[in-house]
Nanobody, 120 residues
C-alpha cells in the first residue's frame, strides 16, 4: 500500500505565496519522478511541474519563474513553492509519484488533492 498526502493548500490573495507538500509513505522501494498537477473547475488536469530523483525539473510555461518544485529524497517528500499567485492558479493540486514498490512493481500513485484558491 502506497499513500501520497498533500498539504499546504488554502486561500491567498493575488500576489501571495503558498507552499505545498507531498509526503509518500508505505511499501516503497524507490521513487523516481515526482510531480504536481492541477485541475480547475471544468478543465482537464494539467501538468504543473515535475522533478526526477536526480533533481532535474520541468515546468509548465504558465508557472515558470513563479513556482519552484523541490524534493527531499530521504523523506520521500516533494514540495511546490508558489509565488506571485494569480487567480488563474486556482485549482485542486495533485501530487504524483512514479515509484517501485517493495514487491518490485512499478506504479504511478496519486494524492487526494489540495485546494488552492487565489482571490483577486
Amino acid at each position: 500500500q502506497v499513500q501520497l498526502v498533500e498539504s499546504g493548500g488554502g486561500l491567498v490573495q493575488a500576489g501571495g505565496s503558498l507552499k505545498l507538500s507531498c509526503a509518500a509513505s508505505g511499501s516503497i522501494f524507490r521513487i523516481n519522478a515526482m510531480g504536481w498537477y492541477r485541475q480547475a473547475p471544468g478543465k482537464q488536469r494539467e501538468l504543473v511541474a515535475t522533478i526526477t530523483s536526480g533533481g532535474s525539473t520541468n515546468y509548465a510555461d504558465s508557472v515558470k519563474g513563479r513556482f519552484t518544485i523541490s524534493r527531499d529524497n530521504a523523506k520521500n517528500t516533494a514540495y511546490l513553492q508558489m509565488n506571485s499567485l494569480k487567480p488563474e492558479d486556482t485549482a485542486v493540486y495533485y501530487c504524483s509519484a512514479q515509484l517501485i514498490t517493495l514487491a518490485g512493481v512499478w506504479r504511478n500513485s496519486w494524492g487526494q488533492g489540495t485546494q488552492v484558491t487565489v482571490s483577486s
